[in-house]
């Protein structure tokens, strides 16, 4: 099983947002996504944007940061205090 990568230093290549990363319920969607979109074996990681409009996939401990394997995920609710 994959670890999460060390995200510090690590940017989006569109955004240029830092990244971190993904949350059970944000994995759960890149895996849907990526599942669709490639045969290999299932995605075990990704790491996010830190305004949770990115994912990108981390393949045998590497995130694949370019732009191409971008996973866009859907706008987070507004929370209640908003």
């Known amino acids: 099983m994959e670890t999460n990568p060390d995200t510090s230093d690590l ?3 569109v955004t240029h947002q830092k990244i971190r990363p993904a949350t059970p319920e944000e994995l759960e969607l890149v895996r849907k996504a990526y599942s669709a979109a490639n045969s290999s074996e299932p995605l075990s990681s990704a790491v996010v944007t830190v305004d949770s409009t990115r994912a990108y ?9 370019l732009a191409d394997a971008a996973i866009l ?10």
């Open 11 to 13: 940017v989006c290549p």
């Open 73 to 82: 995920l859907p706008a987070p609710a507004p929370s209640a205090d908003s």
């Open 57 to 65: 996939p981390v393949v045998t401990g590497i995130p694949v940061l």
